[in-house]
């Protein structure tokens, strides 16, 4: 395993300013004895030069020419010091000093990373960067068709060489601080433009079903143009999509070879199990009689009597009559909730739960991955259901709607760009959790069992998109190892959404049709 993640954690129950006070005093002491540690380190390396100039002195010296410096005994009453052992022990004081420093320094940052100590400067600096509106004019149509095309060679839409891809890959990575303020003002531009063309045509103010001009320039300078933008794409979109593929969905229960979905006990199973859903259906799994596009939906009975319900969606397929397409995305991004709930991939996931017994009161946990978190997120927003829980992972929702009292743990890696398609930063709330991954190649030193980074389960030398779920898995298997009460405190609550016996599994296939 090559390639390992590092996470850090914004939003989820605060700390109180007492707590928060205690641990960044406790952060400022493990650095300051780090800094110590490295002193001591530098004082015993100056030690060890003193004994090695002392040792080359000593030679122009008659008495210690008469007797080896590393032999026991005297000369002339002259006691010879054991300079090379002396020398090795200051080598060992000054590696000793630095293990203990770099060890002090990683303490300081497990303690800083667990309790979200600086993400919330981190969150304004983010947000701040995507509020600055991109100058349309500013944005070149080469440069423009280049980004365009890493995207889609990254998640495979287009096919290109290895190397290419890599190159893809790469520009993604290096970029990945500037992707959220790039959608953001590609929205605006695509904004101004829409806005410019009814100006043009008479259709700057008053009011109807078309969007006013100034309403559009207005929203450029929001945090929501991005899903302003796919609002109006939608209208477009949506009616084009219908034609190719029609707008009935064909809804079918699959009975799998075996049981796909194992029963769930928390988040780090929920995920596990959204992602054998996935790469059962996607050909990257075992062959078990799953195609594309199905959702799976597991039934408990709960400890208090209750019936409580998990809806596992995966993301986007691509394939022509599938409900989760590519443009089903844009109507899911939308501003608008009844275009959101209109989405394809949105009505076939209601339609299974409908048909596998959800009832409008019980509770409900979602978790979807990319096209399926948005799903989720949308369930959250608009939906009749008792959404409780939902998890995303790589999915961009930050302008979601979602209803006060659900609880929403996002999953985002630093460089999968799709993540950060809505422009903006989640919002950091006791109830929005959001964990952020960073991507980097495993230090030559590194130790088994190390708390400091947790490996990519099945990564290649190469890098890959880190939009595999995958690498979510291990994004948050790492914030859960911090011990963070915050990512303890939103396990707790989804595990209350489900908690007792699995009693059944279904397995629901759409389809589009004319």
């Known amino acids: 395993m090559t390639w390992h993640v590092t996470s850090r954690i914004a939003g989820g129950p605060a700390l109180s300013v007492a707590e928060t006070q205690q641990f960044q005093a406790l952060c400022a002491s493990l650095a300051q004895a780090s800094r110590q540690m490295t002193i001591q380190a530098r004082y015993w390396s100056e030690a060890r030069e003193r004994i090695v100039s002392y040792q080359l002195q000593s030679g122009f010296y008659p008495a210690n020419q008469q007797v080896s410096p590393f032999n026991a005994g005297t000369a002339t009453g002259h006691i010879p010091l054991r300079y090379r052992a002396l020398s090795a022990w200051c080598d060992e004081q000054t590696r000793d000093c630095h293990a203990i420093a770099e060890r002090l320094d990683t303490l300081c940052r497990l303690v800083a990373r667990a309790h979200g100590l600086y993400t919330d400067a981190e969150h304004r600096v983010s947000a701040y960067g995507a509020s600055i509106p991109t100058n349309p004019l500013a944005t070149s149509s080469p440069s423009l068709k280049q980004f365009a095309a890493s995207i889609l060679q990254s998640i495979g839409c287009i096919p290109e060489s290895d190397d290419k891809q890599q190159a893809a890959l790469e520009a993604l990575h290096i970029t990945a601080p500037y992707h959220e303020a790039i959608m953001a003002g590609f929205s605006a531009m695509v904004l101004g433009g829409i806005a410019a063309s009814r100006t043009r045509r008479g259709i700057g103010t008053g009011a109807g079903g078309v969007r006013r001009a100034d309403d559009l320039f207005q929203g450029m300078l929001t945090k929501q143009r991005v899903n302003i ?29 075996r049981q796909i979905a194992q029963p769930v006990d928390g988040i780090t199973d929920a995920i596990a199990q959204l992602r054998s859903v996935a790469e059962s259906q996607y050909g990257t799994g075992e062959d078990n009689g799953l195609s594309y596009a199905t959702v799976a939906i597991q039934r408990y009975r709960r400890d208090d009597g209750g019936t409580g319900w998990l809806v596992i969606v995966p993301g986007t397929d691509g394939h022509a009559d599938s409900p989760f397409g590519w443009a089903q995305n844009i109507e899911l991004m939308s501003d608008d909730a009844d275009t959101r709930l209109a989405a394809d991939s949105a009505r076939m996931v209601m339609d299974a739960m409908h048909r596998a017994g959800i009832k409008p009161d019980d509770p409900v946990a979602v978790i979807g991955h990319s096209q399926g978190g948005i799903v989720a997120a949308t369930l959250a927003a608009d939906s009749p ?25 996002s999953i985002e890696m630093d460089d999968e760009l799709v993540a950060a398609l809505d422009g903006t930063p989640n919002p950091a709330s006791a109830s929005w ?31 890959e998109m880190s939009h595999h779920l995958k690498f979510h898995q291990a994004a948050y298997a790492n914030a859960h190892a911090l011990g963070s009460e915050a990512v303890d405190s939103h396990n707790r609550h989804f595990r209350e959404v489900i908690a007792g016996t699995l009693e059944e599994t279904s397995y629901w296939q759409g389809r589009m049709a004319r």
Do not use: K
């Open 385 to 409: 259901y008792n959404i409780r829980h939902i998890v995303t992972a790589g999915s961009p929702v930050a302008n979601h709607p979602i209803r006060t009292g659900v609880w929403a743990t």
């Open 433 to 463: 959790l959001t964990i952020h991954g960073s991507v980097a190649q495993a230090p030559h030193n590194l130790e088994a069992g190390t708390d400091i980074t947790t490996p990519v389960p099945q990564s290649t030398q190469a890098r």
């Open 229 to 257: 933008a796919a609002g109006q794409l939608a209208s477009i979109t949506s009616s084009l999509n219908d034609r190719r593929q029609g707008n009935c969905i064909d809804l079918t229960r699959r009975h799998p070879s």
